[in-house]
């Protein structure tokens, strides 16, 4: 009898044993599977917040804050009269997007058939991208010569002139600091009294 007893007692603790042994070794894959997958979450987010701060980062690189310099070569047309027309910006680009400058223009037919502008300069990126359509409008002074149309329009307009240019195009960046640019749009002369109707295109360097 007392073997027997001793029997039961050794297999109802070698069972208490096995049965505490699997419930720790499920607790330490439970705790491992945990910390694996905190671990593997961490890790992808941190990854995702590194990828996204570099395509900021590379955006804010296409057209970061800075002094800008805008030059444009072009034609404009006003009725039947064409001129060639020279343009200098200078600014500052505020951000990607947008352009805050002011400019001084040319527009010549001959020695004796021209104008001078002195304009304010505004202009916006829609897109932060290296190919990006544009919006720009120039608003200031005309200032013409003796013969600019017609051969009489200081009978029609007077010398010192209000313009109003609204234009659109696309700027294309080739360079870490040039773009190049394709614009055209419609103009506006007047002396508060009466108007003249233009429009222009133009291709331009932007620094």
Do not use: C, H
Not at 33 to 38: D, N, Y
Not at 179 to 185: D, E, P, R, Y
């Amino acid at each position: 009898m007392k073997n027997l007893l001793l029997t039961i007692a050794l297999f109802a603790g070698i069972a208490t044993y096995a049965a505490d042994t699997k419930s720790t070794e499920a607790a330490t894959i439970v705790t491992a599977t945990t910390e694996a997958s905190k671990e593997t979450t961490s890790t992808s987010a941190a990854a995702t917040d590194a990828s996204s701060f570099g395509e900021d980062a590379e955006e804010q690189e296409l057209w970061p804050a800075r002094i800008s310099s805008i030059t444009e070569i072009g034609a404009s047309f006003m009725y039947d009269k064409r001129f060639v027309n020279v343009y200098q910006a200078l600014g500052k680009r505020v951000n990607p997007y947008l352009f805050i400058g002011g400019g001084i223009g040319v527009q010549v037919k001959n020695s004796s058939t021209y104008q001078f502008q002195l304009l304010a300069d505004v202009r916006v990126n829609a897109l932060n991208k290296r190919v990006s359509p544009i919006f720009f409008t120039q608003f200031g002074l005309n200032k013409v010569g003796p013969e600019t149309l017609y051969n009489n329009e200081q009978k029609f307009l007077g010398s010192n002139q209000f313009n109003l240019n609204l234009g659109t195009g696309i700027l294309v960046k080739a360079l870490p600091n040039a773009a190049f640019t394709l614009n055209g749009g419609y103009s506006l002369f007047t002396d508060f009294n009466k108007s003249i109707n233009g429009a222009f295109v133009k291709v331009g360097y932007v620094f």
